[in-house]
């Protein structure tokens, strides 16, 4: 009777102390989930001395952040390796970035290696990544594309967007797997579609030769994240006529983009649109107001355009508003007084409001403004107001 006495007991205290040792973590996690770093790190503290590798992970966190507004590294490492050695996968990623860039400790390519390949083994997608970077350049390990190659399409599985692109990029290239274009687009498209820029000014690449407008689509993407070679690039589709009609004006205004955005060769090509726009003007002196498809074509014609066509355009774009009017025939006239018929149309909002655009759309405010220089005389820049399609059929 008094060992069952003392089994019932004992089984009591261990739960009692499990709960207890749970209501503490949360405390620990809350604090430090909230900020409040000076209470986080009291709450957090005596479960890392007794090897809790969530509360380690945690005070490495606030050392980094700085308890004092100065972050201690090697306090850092310390709890990182305490977390890591209780299987924490972040922390074991943390402690690899560590000792590759020896931050806190002497920097060790093979102590790196060892945490990176813990931290993809227990299932980290930035630990394969910067692991199938190693393998890839041949860093402190025997090159591999194979292995790196695998290791990155395990990370982009799990959703990591550089994963995805270089999985693509590897798949477009034959680097570690058979070339398999159809596969190198699926990647290279899921990555577009999360946002990656880069990913996008890829896809770019890949379409323009087969499907100009979906590639012009993505270009504009990655141009309305600032991505100066997309900008570059849809420069020289529009110079060039790669797939689409030659359009002088929006090739400048593109490169002026690029340019702007950081990209130095673009003002070469810059001065080079800017000199063929010269030639053409001279030639044709109304030109300055229509593309150069346009200026070749036979007569211009007004053109109309209902809500529902309003509607259809891409909802968060940006078009130019030139003006608002109340008939057919002041929206027609308004074009032809301007020189405009080619590069403007109206749009039927109701029975006696007629809104003027430009045809073309923009996928940023800034391409759009920076257009604006190139295609409108200056008369209509002042009063010209870029907004959204939305804003249009909104009130």
């Known amino acids: 009777m008094f060992n069952r006495l003392r089994v019932i007991l004992t089984s009591v205290l261990l739960l009692s102390s499990t709960s207890v040792i749970a209501t503490d973590l949360e405390r620990c996690q809350t604090l430090f989930l909230k900020g409040e770093i000076g209470p986080a790190y009291q709450a957090c503290l005596p479960l890392a001395q007794v090897g809790d590798v969530q509360a380690a992970f945690n005070i490495a966190r606030l050392q980094a952040i700085g308890l004092e507004g100065t972050p201690d590294w090697r306090k850092v490492v310390k709890w990182l390796t305490v ?62 594309l194979d292995q790196a190659f695998s290791l990155y399409q395990r990370s982009a599985e799990q959703g990591l967007t550089d994963s995805q692109l270089k999985t693509g990029l590897m798949l477009l290239q034959g680097e570690g797997v058979e070339k398999d274009p159809q596969a190198a687009r699926y990647w290279i498209e899921l990555a577009a579609e999360s946002g990656d820029d880069k990913a996008q000014l890829a896809l770019g690449v890949l379409l323009i030769d087969f499907d100009p407008y979906r590639a012009i689509h993505w270009y504009n993407q990655a141009v309305s994240q600032g991505n100066p070679y997309a900008a570059h690039n849809l420069a020289l589709v529009y110079f060039e006529g790669t797939g689409v009609p030659v359009d002088m004006m ?27 726009l010269q030639q053409t003007i001279v030639s044709d002196p109304q030109s300055i107001s229509k593309p150069l498809a346009i200026v070749e074509s036979d007569r211009p014609r007004f053109e109309e355009k209902n809500l529902e066509w309003l509607k259809a355009q891409p909802a968060r774009h940006y078009v130019v508003q030139l003006a608002r009017l109340n008939s057919h025939n002041s929206a027609e006239s308004f074009l ?41 005389p200056k008369s209509l820049t002042k009063d010209a107001w870029i907004r959204s399609y939305r804003s249009l059929y909104t009130h």
């Open 250 to 276: 929006h090739a400048l205004a593109y490169a002026e983009t690029s340019n702007e955005l950081g990209n130095g060769l673009s003002a070469a090509l810059y001065q080079k649109i800017l000199a063929r």
């Open 83 to 144: 977390s890591a050695a209780g299987k924490h996968h972040e922390a074991a990623y943390n402690l690899a970035i560590a000792y590759q860039l020896g931050k806190g400790v002497t920097a060790d390519q093979q102590q790196a290696l060892k945490y990176y390949q813990q931290s993809a083994e227990l299932g980290n997608s930035k630990a394969m990544r910067n692991l199938a970077l190693l393998y890839e350049k041949g860093e402190g390990i025997e090159k591999d």
């Open 336 to 376: 032809q007084e301007q020189g405009l018929l080619n590069t403007a149309h109206a749009v039927v909002l109701d029975s006696h409001d007629y809104v003027v655009l430009l045809k073309q759309g923009f996928s940023d405010r800034a391409t759009a403004q920076n257009a604006l220089k190139v295609i409108l």
